[in-house]
């Protein structure tokens, strides 16, 4: 079970960064949020069906982590920070993160909720509407009107 | 900047961001035990601020105490230390320092560091702690309650402000009845803040039952 985890992790671990880059605006809020991620996915782990493609269940998982996670934060429950727990255990300099954030990228998005967010960064990975529905555990039509509501919103927002 | 270009910017650098960035799983471990880590420091950081509120207070009461009779206006607006209000305030400051002593023992005691070797057993371990832990602190807390019950009732029949068994009296029935309040309050939050440190432990010990120690 540990080595097939571990593979799984291994792989696609690309999902979690990309979580990372469309929901947190710094490193250090990144690296905490890949640590929640990985954990949650530790623990969903047993749970997980086969059933479903890998890439789709961490997608689950990692949305609804950066998801919670920003309600928590906006209903300013203080967390503890990175750096708490850095100054309880010396930083290993390979743990840390250096995801490039893209300026742009957030000026567009800082203006979407959370849920859009997630539908943004699916439609970006070019997700079909099928695989975003069973993401997002939504109905195809629903992610079809959004998806065109968030590119007129990102139309006008990253005008040349 | 178009949306396609944002696109291929988007991929192109999640790309770029998975290279720079691909961490070794093995580093699972070691993401846990600074979870679990920041727990314990917590845990510790609570006993930093008790401490702190602790002394805080006795200082306030050093400073208060030899004006009660003033801002109580018994005395009329002159300052006075008493021998009644020296020796209530040395029994107070006695007791207090006692209780800061326990917590700066606990403070001191308490190791936030989690093995590399075996994070299982650490986290049985301080969950056993924290358990003994709490029983240590609602015991000095009874005990602090009671002391300060009898050492008053003593310390008004040594001063003859009325017999040591006079419990009845609408003052002292008052006061007891804010006591005991306050001290069911302080036990409920103890108990709440411990139990949740307990499970949070309990549940990272639970994912290594679950899965074999990684």
Redesign the interface.
Do not use: A, P, V, Y
């Given at each position: 079970m540990k080595e097939e985890f571990l593979q799984a992790i291994d792989e696609h671990q690309g999902i979690i960064l990309k979580v990372c880059r469309m929901y947190c605006s710094d490193n250090s809020d990144a690296e905490d949020l890949y640590q929640d991620i990985l954990l949650a996915l530790w623990k969903a782990w047993p749970k997980f069906r086969r059933d479903a493609k890998i890439s789709t269940w961490m997608y689950r998982v990692g949305l609804n982590q950066a998801i919670s996670r920003l309600r928590n934060s906006k209903r300013n429950v203080p967390r503890e920070s990175l750096n708490f727990v850095h100054d309880t255990i010396p930083a290993n300099e390979q743990n840390r993160l250096d995801i490039q954030f893209d300026k742009e990228l957030q000026t567009a998005i800082a203006a979407l909720g959370r849920f859009d967010r997630a539908l943004l960064m699916l439609y970006l990975d070019e997700k079909t509407y099928r695989e975003i529905a069973e993401i997002l555990g939504v109905s195809e039509s629903n992610v079809g009107v959004k998806i065109n509501r968030i590119k007129k919103q990102l139309k006008e927002k990253i005008k040349p | 900047?178009?949306?396609d270009e944002?696109?291929a910017?988007?991929?192109q650098?999640?790309?770029?961001?998975?290279d720079?960035?691909?961490?070794?799983?093995?580093?699972?471990e070691?993401?846990?035990?600074?979870?679990t880590?920041?727990t314990?420091?917590?845990i510790k950081e609570k006993y930093k601020g008790i401490i702190s509120y602790l002394m805080v207070g006795l200082l306030l009461n050093i400073i208060v105490s030899p004006f009660l009779h003033f801002l109580l206006g018994d005395e009329g607006p002159v300052f006075r230390l008493t021998f009644n209000g020296l020796f209530a305030l040395v029994t107070f400051l006695t007791l207090g320092l006692i209780v800061v002593f326990f917590y700066w023992l606990k403070y001191s005691a308490f190791n936030?560091?989690v093995a590399d070797t075996d994070v299982r057993t650490t986290l049985e371990q301080k969950i056993r702690a924290l358990r003994r832990s709490l029983r240590h602190e609602l015991t000095l807390i009874i005990g602090i309650f009671i002391s300060i019950f009898i050492i008053g009732r003593a310390s008004s029949q040594y001063l003859g402000n009325g017999s040591f068994s006079d419990i009845f009296r609408k003052d002292i029935l008052l006061s007891l009845g804010a006591g005991v309040l306050i001290l069911i309050f302080y036990i409920v939050k103890r108990v709440k803040a411990y139990n949740s440190y307990i499970r949070k432990l309990e549940e990272y010990l639970a994912?290594f039952e679950?899965?074999?120690s990684?």
């Open positions: - | 900047m178009e949306l944002l696109k910017r988007w991929q650098e999640s790309e770029k961001n998975i720079i960035n691909n961490q070794s799983m093995e580093q699972l070691t993401i846990l035990r600074q979870k880590s920041s314990l420091g917590h936030t560091e994912e679950d899965k074999g990684f």
